[in-house]
């Protein structure tokens, strides 16, 4: 999705082109840092919080991209008698420059956000070639994401495959990307929500072969209505690929939606949204997501796409396998106005996308660190639990919660052998403050 038109008026024209060009060098800067070495880092004092709990006074240290040691405070000043603190042993340890070692006490520490649901920021899309990938990661980072699957929409086929041959060329330096997702082109006509209808298609095997082919290893999840001709077969196609198909955009019912999981999808994309919702005598899709527990359901936690009422309904559906997703476009942190979806035009309106034709959702506006901070500070959920579902549930969807060849170091936790992915956080409002990818400070 790409930004049509701004604010009116000469002075909005020039402040916005001044952000533009601010974002620019913000977007610059984050490439050379990731291609840049990592550093041993240093931090202590924070409340830590991830999947596996709160600690409070935690400490860890990296030797630059994977965090080597962790604890807890173990005196006040130095250790026992004011003696040496592992703290201290693990910074010289590990080559801690005394200007790395931080005291972020008064802070919260979680590990970095993963999205594994979005399509872009900042004005740009991840369709839009190596520029506009480029800034709309600079967009997520800005707000704790520090690992990001790029959704692709649905496009011909042939512009899907060169977006995924772009997002392929760029993974090898660019280590906050995980891979590409296609929502689309295999979804169903009505279910489509903000795809072009022009462009869907049944994923016969030639055609799903194509995509495997262009991808070349880098395709990570597929979106499929597993209720097409070919649905369930190329379900198990791109799961033997090694491809995680995710069931959504469908009409399928109950027994359908059973049926793809049972052939290898292993997501529900956006939980209620595109898909046939909870009825008594017709239970849909839904639960049979929830009863599965090898499947993680996605959830966009923005009170727009699924009110409050239903987020908690649905957030007690699946323990430690909701994965919160932004499905974000291109308007993200940006303002409202005219905005292209592929080809279909999009009208933001307070922060909400619709498509000009139908009025149908056309994405969200939605950052992970948002949908964090509505998760405890007004849905009242746990903090582990709020974290868990932007970390290592999304990691665990897609194998990135252990040792792999894309990240090479796990996600999701802040623990010995995980990759270096924190964000600090302000204790009262959950905003995020400091952002490490990959060892690397980015914010």
Known sequence: MSRVSGVSGVTGVEEERGVEQERGLIAARIREVLAG???????????????????????????????EACGVADGAHGGVDGGVTAFDMAC????????????????????????IHAHGAWGAAFDDGVDGIEMARAGHMMHGTTRQVLSLITNPVDTLCENLATVRGLMGSRSDILGSHLEGPFLALARKGAHDPECLKDPEPELVEQLLEAANGSLKQITIAPELPHGLSAIRQFAAAGVVPAVGHCDADYAMAGRGFDAGARIMTHMFNAMNG?????????????????????????????????????????????????????????PDGHYLLGALDVNVEDGHARLVSNGAIAGSTLTLEKAVQRAVVELGMAPTDAVEAATLTPARALGFEKANAVTEYPLGLLASGYAADFNLLDADTWAVRSVWCAGRRVK
Do not use: Q
Not at 92 to 115: K, M, N, Q, R, T
Not at 297 to 322: C, Q, S, T, W, Y
């Open 37 to 67: 070495p990592a550093r041993p880092v240093a931090l202590r004092g924070a409340r830590k919080v991830d999947a596996s709990g709160v600690t409070e006074g935690f400490w860890l240290v990296t030797s630059g991209e994977r965090i």
């Open 92 to 115: 010289i340890e590990y080559g801690v420059a005394p200007s790395d070692i931080l005291d972020v006490s008064g802070f919260i520490l979680v590990p970095g956000y993963v999205d």
């Open 278 to 334: 909870l009825h008594h005598r017709k239970p849909g899709p839904i639960p049979a997501a929830a009863e599965d527990p090898r499947v993680i359901i996605e959830l966009i936690n923005d009170g727009f796409h699924v009110d409050n009422a239903m987020l908690k309904l649905g957030l007690g559906f699946a323990p430690h396998r909701i994965a919160f997703v932004t499905d974000a476009m291109s308007a993200t942190d940006c």
